[in-house]
């Protein structure tokens, strides 16, 4: 009925052989989670070998962004009891982008309205946040640098008595040194940039802002 040949009992693999197949199969899964799982997806590297490979560094990304959101949402303001319970929808994207100013550096020539600046020092592992008291649809000219490294940043607005879970970003970046643009309000509220230095040694920002704002103010 079959044509195929059945294998007899000497062409099977023995037990020992079984055995020693799956020992080497466990052996190269630990290998492969030491020397890249760890260092790819958790940015931990025991051997040195994952930063060699330049896998190191991806998981460092992937757990500084994963840091940084989770700052965004411990320091977000609570809604008051009387807020409703359905989350805030945030604006269309198209009235949030951050677009690039020209090369220039931010002058009252290129935007008039309030000019203020704010330079702060930040330790290493520290976050600081500025925000710009703004109207809806309003503009700011903006330039923000560090000196002594990069830093992550998170540029972002919040209306009045946001609720906890609300979120409505411009853009973010990692270990970056410079960024200027023009900032467009998408509601009433406070918009404005978060750092955070990830270096080992102190790192200074300075901000700088043209345009139709009320107020410059640090809220952390």
């Given at each position: ?40 997806e958790?940015?931990?590297?025991p051997?040195g070998v ?9 998981g460092?990304i ?49 935007m ?15 976050g600081?946040?500025?925000?710009l ?67 080992s040694?102190s ?18």
């Amino acid at each position: 009925m079959y044509n195929s040949d059945l294998p007899n009992r000497a062409e099977l693999p023995s037990s020992a052989k079984l055995v020693r197949s799956t020992i080497t199969a466990a052996i190269v899964a630990v290998l492969l989670l030491i020397f890249a799982v760890l260092p790819a997806e958790y940015g931990i590297d025991p051997t040195g070998v994952g930063r060699v490979l330049g896998l190191t560094p991806m998981g460092e990304i992937k757990e500084a962004l994963a840091h940084e959101a989770e700052a965004e949402q411990a320091k977000a303001p609570v809604a008051p009891a009387e807020q409703p319970a359905e989350p805030v929808q945030a604006p269309p994207a198209e009235a949030t982008a951050v677009t690039p100013a020209a090369a220039a550096p931010v002058t009252t020539a290129a935007m008039s309205g309030k000019n203020d600046s704010m330079t702060i020092v930040l330790k290493p592992g520290q976050g600081a946040e500025v925000k710009l008291s703004m109207r809806k649809d309003s503009k700011v000219a903006f330039e923000w640098s560090s000196t002594g490294g990069g830093v992550n940043y998170d540029t972002h607005g919040d209306p009045p008595n946001a609720p906890k879970s609300f979120y409505h970003g411009y853009g973010k970046g990692r270990n970056e040194t410079l960024q200027k643009g023009e900032l467009t309000a998408a509601f009433d509220g406070k918009h404005g940039w978060f750092w955070r230095n990830r270096t080992s040694e102190s790192v200074t920002v300075t901000i700088k802002a043209v345009g139709e704002f009320e107020k410059m103010e640090r809220v952390i």
